[in-house]
């Protein structure tokens, strides 16, 4: 039932284009597919949508949806100190 009532808000939201491409997104990445559908659905409830959501639109979307859940990946080196005397000279 839920389904239903999605996919009918995302038709009267989404011009034919639009609506292919979120669908081969939702082959490839299903969770971003889903954070989109839930960004066009909120917006749409609120009725800051005027219009039908060309797919450059959706495009500009899936930046903004990209950006806001985009992994920050960061590298720390953990150098471990040797403790290397020069007072016991191995010969």
Do not use: C, H, W
């Not at 009532?5 to 971003?32: G, H, M, W, Y």
């Not at 559908?37 to 959501?53: D, P, T, W």
């Not at 949806?65 to 960061?74: I, L």
Request: hydrophobic share 40%; aromatic share 4%.
């Amino acid at each position: 039932r839920e389904a239903e009532i999605r996919n009918t808000i995302l038709a009267q939201v989404l011009d034919q284009a639009a609506r292919a491409r979120l669908s081969n997104l939702a082959l490839v990445k299903p969770e971003k597919a889903k954070a989109v559908e839930n960004y066009l659905i909120q917006m749409a409830r609120f009725g800051q949508l005027a219009g039908k959501v060309s797919e450059q639109g959706l495009i500009e979307i899936l930046e903004k949806v990209s950006q806001q859940t985009e992994k920050k990946t960061t590298v720390k080196f953990n150098r471990r100190k040797v403790l290397d005397s020069d007072e016991e000279d191995d010969y």
